[in-house]
């Protein structure tokens, strides 16, 4: 299984931007998918969660809830993580993960500052 995040990089506070996850090695479409952040000394913390298999729903962090959003498209083995409106407290390293699992990607720099 491996999970390749891309998408990260430098955004002035109020900008946007989308991460990506590209999935391989698993069934992808019956699988929940997770983003999670790590902040420089805090713990990771979930930042949104997509379920999969035939009922998809999102759900988001209190701390993102209204400027981001996660989303999937499995005819490409990708979930998405849109980020508007960012702060510097979004600032993070963000991961992906499937759901229930010990996969993770490698992670993605997101370093929100004027």
């Known amino acids: 299984v491996q999970l390749v995040e891309s998408g990260g990089g430098l955004v002035r506070p109020g900008g946007s931007l989308r991460l990506s996850c590209a999935a391989s090695g698993l069934t992808f479409d019956t699988f929940g998918m997770r983003w999670y952040r790590q902040a420089p000394g805090k713990e990771r913390e979930l930042v949104a969660t997509i379920t999969g298999g035939e009922l998809i729903k999102p759900y988001s962090a209190d701390a993102v809830k209204g400027r981001f959003v996660i989303s999937r498209d499995n005819a490409k083995n990708t979930v998405y993580l849109q980020m508007n409106s960012l702060k510097p407290e979004d600032t993070a390293v963000y991961y992906c993960?499937?759901?229930?699992?010990?996969?993770w990607g490698q992670g993605t720099q997101v370093t929100v500052s004027s």
């Open positions: 993960n499937a759901w229930g699992t010990q996969f």
